[in-house]
């Protein structure tokens, strides 16, 4: 836990030292945190759970911070700001109809080198009140399973946030595994999730909500394998929103993640392993064969033109398995996005580059 006294500025204007706060204006409680980020600080009313960015006004008047709702939205509130003590901060909440008093003392946060209180879980985690998991069932390629579909508070724009994945019908000895596996894609509370992680960088850089939809879907449903899709799209405060898709590949017998690279021989492209921070050292695919290119390239929809002359020699590509082949999708950088597209090779293509591996798993799905 982090707990640093709150330190007296060397200069004018640097009193909203970073720290976590929790305190009132008028009588209605609220958190505060102070960052060295776009904007001074963000804060939220216990009872709305929606952030406040604090922004200081257009001639930085040392003490006194703005009010901005979403991206530069004046509430019409004004904080006048001085510091208490080396734990507190005191003010006035202004308006043009009301005057109320702010006070504000420093509470300990959970803080590691890459993080700080807008970040941190004891900010976030009251936000996430009032969510849950919704279960409906659905049906691929005949097969029945369980739709969990998250829905986030009212303190979260609808349109904003989707979160989306799905159960087994637990038939084979892995199923249970893989479904808590798959049960990961849904924020647990903690503030912790890839959701709330985005939400606190939003805090950090614009004092307001982001975007973020995350579904995992189903691309192959075996009695052996299961093909998993994860689409993402999100804004977390940087230069433009981002969007990929990820491909795992799990053993319902083990219940274990599979790298579908082992699938091809070692010639057919070049790898390298990830880093201990991926839940499987997968080997990462950059530059595949020129065999394995072409046969990816005679399922390209737009082979020939400008497009695939750009995506055929990128470095990078994302593997799935489907019943009928390997699927093939280019890890692209978001000027050239639009130009992916995730094919799937028939089995028949990949004679001579399948490993003995690949091709136990194709005569299994056969």
Request: with cysteine.
């Amino acid at each position: 836990m982090f707990s640093a006294p709150l330190a007296q500025a060397e200069t004018e204007g640097e009193q909203f030292a970073s720290g976590l706060y929790d305190g009132t204006i008028g009588k209605m409680p609220i958190r505060v945190c102070f960052d060295a980020g776009s904007v001074t600080g963000t804060y939220y009313y216990l009872e709305h759970l929606k952030p406040i960015a604090l922004r200081p006004d257009k001639d930085e008047t040392p003490g006194l911070l703005v009010e901005r709702l979403g991206y530069d939205d004046p509430t019409g509130g004004i904080w006048h700001m001085a510091i208490s003590g080396q734990d507190a901060l005191s003010g006035k909440w202004v308006s043009a109809k009301r005057n109320l008093p702010i006070r504000l003392k420093r509470k300990p946060f959970t803080k590691d080198q890459f993080t700080g209180p807008c970040e941190s879980p004891e900010f976030l985690a009251p936000r996430m009140r009032g969510d849950k998991v919704v279960e409906s069932e659905a049906v691929f390629e005949g097969v029945s399973y369980t739709r969990l579909r998250y829905v986030a508070g009212p303190q979260f724009e609808s349109e904003s946030v989707s979160i989306a994945s799905f159960a087994l019908k637990p038939e084979q000895s892995g199923d249970t595994l893989i479904n808590a596996t798959l049960r990961k894609a849904m924020p647990d509370g903690s503030g912790t999730s890839n959701f709330m992680q985005c939400m606190g960088m939003m805090h950090l850089r614009w004092g307001a909500d982001g975007t973020f939809h995350h579904e995992v879907m189903p691309e192959l449903i075996s009695d052996r394998w299961l093909g998993v899709v994860h689409s993402t799209s999100i804004y977390c405060g940087g230069a433009h929103p981002s969007f990929w898709n990820k491909r795992r590949v799990y053993d319902r017998q083990s219940g274990e993640e599979v790298d579908p690279s082992l699938f091809l021989t070692d010639a057919s492209f070049v790898f390298y392993d990830v880093s201990s921070d991926d839940p499987l050292p997968q080997r990462l695919v950059r530059h595949v064969s020129d065999e394995l290119k072409t046969a990816i390239g005679k399922n390209w929809s737009v082979e020939g033109s400008d497009c695939w002359q750009e995506i055929r020699d990128f470095p990078g590509w994302e593997l799935g398995l489907a019943r009928n082949g390997i699927v093939f999708e280019p890890d692209l950088p978001h000027v050239i996005k639009a130009c992916g597209e995730a094919v799937t090779v028939p089995w028949s293509q990949l004679d001579g580059m399948l490993s003995e591996k690949g091709k136990a798993v194709r005569d299994s799905l056969q």
